[in-house]
């Protein structure tokens, strides 16, 4: 129940199209998902994170859509650039699990120019 | 603003060797602390979390050791590497005072057991 399903494994996606990644959970105690961007050799940074009382959070070119009855989270690049090759990880915490958040595998991205 | 610092960077130690990996954070009191690490190519394993100084929680069983001496320093310890050791550990920190706050990594340190 504390897994955290995501996918593509990896995905590649032209300049200017749309890169979408996807992840489900079990767990309904968690209600708070974040999406984290690695890019190699450094530690994940924080993209954007959502509460299950929004069904949409936009930033920018990054948009996270969130489905609490089918228990799915989707993060949405439009307009994807080269620079945002990077490998992605979802996220799942909740207040029985304290601090600890439960990573997906993650998504490798790579926007070819 | 907060700043969480990592070293070394990278660390090449030898079967059989101790470890220690230093963490520390700055510009937030009381901190979440935790310890992860990364094989290549693969998700993020939960190694040590700690809600505060001398309180350390483990998340599997395992061949290393954490420690947290001071509120904004976090250790991770081996007497005795293992090949299996090899990876990128990972620490990160959270605001202490309320749940589902995120977490803020540092740069990692790549180490490579021979």
């Known amino acids: 129940q504390q897994q955290v399903k995501q996918s593509p494994q990896s995905l590649i996606v032209q300049k200017g199209g749309i890169s979408i990644i996807n992840c489900a959970y079990e767990?309904?105690?968690?209600?708070?998902f974040p999406w984290y961007q690695q890019f190699p050799g450094k530690g994940p940074a924080l993209l954007i994170a959502?509460?299950?009382?929004?069904s949409e959070k936009k930033e920018g070119r990054f948009t996270i859509s969130f489905n609490k009855s089918a228990k799915q989270f989707s993060l949405h690049i439009m307009d994807s650039q080269p620079g945002d090759s990077a490998t992605y990880f979802c996220a799942a915490s909740g207040y029985n699990y304290g601090q600890n958040f439960v990573f997906g595998p993650g998504t490798r991205l790579s926007v070819l120019p | 603003s907060q700043t969480i610092h990592q070293w070394p960077a990278t660390l090449v130690q030898p079967v059989g060797s101790p470890l220690s990996l230093e963490c520390t954070v700055e510009?937030?009191?009381?901190?979440?602390l935790y310890w992860y690490r990364q094989a290549a190519g693969r998700g993020l394993q939960l190694l040590f979390y700690s809600v505060g100084i001398g309180q350390i929680s483990s998340e599997v069983p395992q061949n290393l050791s954490a420690s947290r001496p001071q509120d904004r320093q976090f250790i991770l310890s081996s007497k005795k590497l293992l090949l299996s050791d090899s990876g990128f550990y990972l620490c990160?920190?959270?605001?202490?005072?309320?749940?589902?706050?995120?977490?803020?990594f540092g740069d990692g340190t790549r180490l490579s057991i021979l």
């Open positions: 959502i509460r299950p009382d929004v």
């Open positions: 767990n309904t105690a968690f209600d708070y």
């Open positions: 510009g937030t009191s009381n901190p979440n």
């Open positions: 990160a920190w959270s605001a202490g005072t309320t749940s589902n706050q995120p977490q803020h």
